[in-house]
């Protein structure tokens, strides 16, 4: 498929993503006819192996022993993703973006606590957890953006500027926001 490059081209490629999987597609900026090639792969986050953190938090969080995981989509919950305890983690250091659709509610995404019982904090350098939504003028928000798309909305997380801001990227939990019920319908991760 070619495109011309325009503002709606990531949108687009999200959408074919998500229909289709795996999906090369290619950028048009001129009548040049060897047009650049993008692929972008997908992972479903159920299929990234989720730790037991076994008391060590952080970049440093050992990944020896695999934990049990919430994972409800297409269902409203109080909990789609991961661990209600916020403990065990996913790490997702190696993708770029996490993509998540909602089609009710808002969730709620926990990240990267480097402590035990680690709370979110306004002071970016008193926080010891990444949590999503906390209001659009706070830290924590310029790893995060939403989007309508058609049925719902579209949540990116920003994995790779969280990796470089942290040196790391766990996921521990999708949640409702303000303990209300959400629906998903796909959480994937891209490289």
């Known amino acids: 498929m070619i495109m011309k490059k325009?503002?709606?081209?990531?949108?687009?490629?999200?959408?074919?993503?998500?229909?289709?999987?795996?999906?090369?597609?290619?950028?048009?900026?001129?009548?040049?006819?060897d047009p650049i090639q993008y692929v972008v792969e997908q992972v479903s986050l159920q299929d990234i192996p989720f730790y037991d953190c076994e008391g060590t938090y952080g970049k440093d969080a050992k990944k020896d022993k695999t934990a049990?995981?919430?994972?409800?989509?297409?269902?409203?919950?109080?909990?789609?993703?991961?661990d209600g305890n916020v403990i065990n983690f996913a790490d997702l250091s190696e993708y770029s973006k996490l993509l998540v659709v909602a089609t009710e509610g808002t969730p709620r995404f926990l990240l990267n606590r480097d402590i035990e019982n680690g709370q979110w904090n306004a002071d970016e350098s008193q926080s010891h957890l990444i949590e999503y939504p906390k209001g659009d003028d706070v830290w924590s928000a310029k790893y995060f953006s939403v989007q309508d798309v058609e049925g719902g909305k579209l949540y990116t997380v920003d994995l790779a500027q969280i990796v470089k801001d942290k040196g790391f990227a766990h996921l521990h939990a999708i949640k409702g926001a303000n303990w209300a019920n959400t629906t998903v319908t796909s959480m994937v991760v891209e490289k």
């Open 68 to 82: 049990g995981f919430a994972w409800v989509v297409n269902e409203s919950t109080g909990q789609p993703y991961g």
């Open 6 to 33: 325009t503002n709606f081209f990531y949108a687009a490629a999200i959408a074919l993503v998500s229909t289709f999987g795996m999906t090369s597609c290619s950028v048009e900026d001129n009548p040049n006819p």
